[in-house]
C-alpha cells in the first residue's frame, strides 16, 4: 500500500482581475471559472462579470437550492435571496417552481425552475409597469 499526500493544486492566473490565486480552502472546485474564449476567471470575479451580464442582458441561468431560499451562480459567489416560492403544475417536467428576487442594483427578478431533478433556474428581470 503506498501513502499518498494531499497536495494543494498549483495557483492560477485570474485574467479578469490579474491576480495569482489558489482554490478556495476545502472546495473540490478549481477555484476559477473559463470563458468561452478559455480566459481563466476567480469566483470573486465570476460574480461580477455575472452580475454585470444580468444588468445588461436583462437574463441569467442560475441555480434554485434545495431550500429554494437562494439562487446562485454555479460556484455561489453570487447569490440573491428568494421570496415567496409558487408550485405549480407543469405539462412535461410535471412541477415547476417560481420565486422572486431582488437582483444585482436592487431590480426585481423572477426565476423558475422545471421539474424535481434539476436546480437551473431560468431567471428574467421583471419589467417595469
Same mark, same amino acid.
Given at each position: 500500500?503506498?501513502?499518498? #499526500? ?54 441569467? #441561468? ?10 446562485? /451562480? ?16 407543469? /405539462? ?13 442594483? /436592487? ?9 424535481? /431533478? ?12
Amino acid at each position: 500500500m503506498t501513502d499518498e #499526500t494531499f497536495t494543494l493544486p498549483p495557483p492560477f492566473h485570474c485574467d479578469t482581475c490579474g491576480l495569482d490565486a489558489y482554490a478556495p480552502a476545502g472546495s473540490l472546485g478549481t477555484g476559477y471559472g473559463v470563458d468561452d474564449k478559455g480566459r481563466k476567471c476567480c469566483y470573486q470575479c465570476c460574480a461580477k462579470v455575472d452580475a454585470d451580464y444580468m444588468r445588461e442582458h436583462g437574463r441569467m #441561468t442560475l441555480y434554485l437550492d434545495a431550500s429554494k431560499r437562494k439562487v446562485s /451562480n454555479w460556484p455561489g459567489s453570487l447569490a440573491f435571496t428568494t421570496g415567496a416560492v409558487r408550485k405549480g403544475r407543469h /405539462n412535461i417536467a410535471g412541477v415547476r417552481y417560481d420565486t422572486w428576487f431582488m437582483g444585482p442594483d /436592487n431590480t426585481s427578478w423572477h426565476a423558475v425552475q422545471y421539474g424535481d /431533478n434539476t436546480q437551473i433556474a431560468h431567471c428574467k428581470r421583471v419589467k417595469r409597469a
